[in-house]
């Protein structure tokens, strides 16, 4: 059984980044087989040198940084969202993968369960 | 003389347009929230759109600084709040487009 779990929001101007990250970690902890896929404007979520205390919230990149220790192995990132943005800095992750729309159809026909958040 | 406030990405592309429709040559656009994010695609964007047409843009530090955003953009200028109040005050009136 095996959930995609799809973002698609910026990190900080709504919760729904925080969000989706619970249920990726609830789902790893309860040793689910889950992959988390950033796409479009999730792709911001992932860049370096992010500095949110400077609007009092807490840092969603070093959170990303933590899902290898819930055994979350699979962290997808779509290239042609990054590229379209200028995104060039990506935070450090030893799971973290560059896929092209091709690789993502085949992810989305594979899995059991898709969450879009 | 209008000053425009835009809190979201380049991604929304009605609301994006809407401003380009309407926007004049002697009114500026501050980026606020997740508007920021907008400050690494300036330079891409056809001659209609609201970039180009802007007397000024502005771009909040804060929310900046938070998402990552380098403050090397010369398209630019980077305000702080009080800064973000003088301007409202300097215009005849603020539209938020969000």
């Not at chain 1, 995609?4 to 900080?12: D, F, I, K, T």
């Not at chain 1, 992010?50 to 840092?59: L, T």
């Not at chain 2, 980026?31 to 964007?45: D, K, M, P, R, T």
């Not at chain 2, 180009?52 to 804060?62: D, G, P, R, V, W």
């Given at each position: 059984?095996?959930?995609?779990?799809?973002?698609?929001s910026a990190?900080?101007?709504?919760?729904?980044a925080?969000?989706?990250?619970?249920?990726?970690?609830?789902?790893a902890?309860?040793?689910?087989?889950?992959?988390?896929?950033?796409?479009?404007?999730?792709?911001?979520?992932?860049?370096?040198?992010?500095?949110?205390?400077?609007?009092?919230?807490?840092?969603?990149?070093h959170?990303?940084?933590?899902?290898?220790?819930?055994?979350?192995?699979?962290?997808?990132?779509?290239e042609?969202s990054?590229?379209s943005?200028?995104?060039?800095?990506?935070?450090?992750?030893?799971?973290?993968?560059?896929?092209?729309?091709?690789?993502?159809?085949?992810i989305?026909?594979?899995?059991?369960?898709v969450?879009?958040? | 003389?209008?000053?425009?406030?835009?809190?979201?990405?380049?991604?929304?592309?009605?609301?994006?347009?809407?401003?380009?429709?309407v926007?004049?040559?002697?009114?500026?656009?501050?980026?606020?929230?997740?508007?920021?994010?907008?400050?690494?695609?300036?330079?891409?964007?056809s001659?209609?759109h609201?970039?180009n047409?802007?007397?000024?843009?502005?771009i909040?530090?804060?929310?900046?600084?938070?998402?990552?955003?380098?403050?090397?953009?010369s398209?630019?200028?980077?305000?702080?709040?009080?800064?973000?109040?003088?301007l409202?005050?300097?215009?005849?009136?603020?539209?938020?487009?969000?």
């Amino acid at each position: 059984m095996h959930i995609l779990l799809v973002q698609q929001s910026a990190p900080y101007g709504s919760s729904h980044a925080k969000e989706a990250l619970d249920i990726a970690l609830t789902a790893a902890t309860f040793e689910q087989d889950i992959s988390i896929l950033f796409t479009g404007d999730a792709c911001y979520q992932l860049m370096s040198n992010q500095f949110p205390e400077h609007i009092d919230q807490k840092n969603i990149s070093h959170m990303l940084k933590a899902l290898p220790i819930y055994g979350l192995e699979e962290v997808l990132v779509d290239e042609d969202s990054l590229n379209s943005r200028g995104i060039v800095n990506l935070t450090d992750s030893p799971v973290l993968k560059k896929i092209t729309k091709s690789d993502i159809k085949k992810i989305y026909q594979s899995a059991d369960t898709v969450i879009r958040l | 003389m209008i000053l425009h406030t835009i809190n979201k990405t380049s991604a929304h592309e009605g609301l994006n347009q809407q401003l380009s429709d309407v926007i004049d040559t002697n009114d500026s656009v501050i980026l606020i929230e997740n508007g920021v994010y907008q400050a690494q695609q300036l330079s891409q964007h056809s001659s209609k759109h609201w970039s180009n047409t802007a007397k000024h843009i502005y771009i909040l530090k804060e929310d900046a600084l938070a998402r990552g955003i380098a403050l090397d953009t010369s398209k630019l200028s980077y305000i702080n709040y009080a800064e973000f109040v003088e301007l409202s005050l300097l215009h005849e009136k603020v539209t938020s487009w969000y």
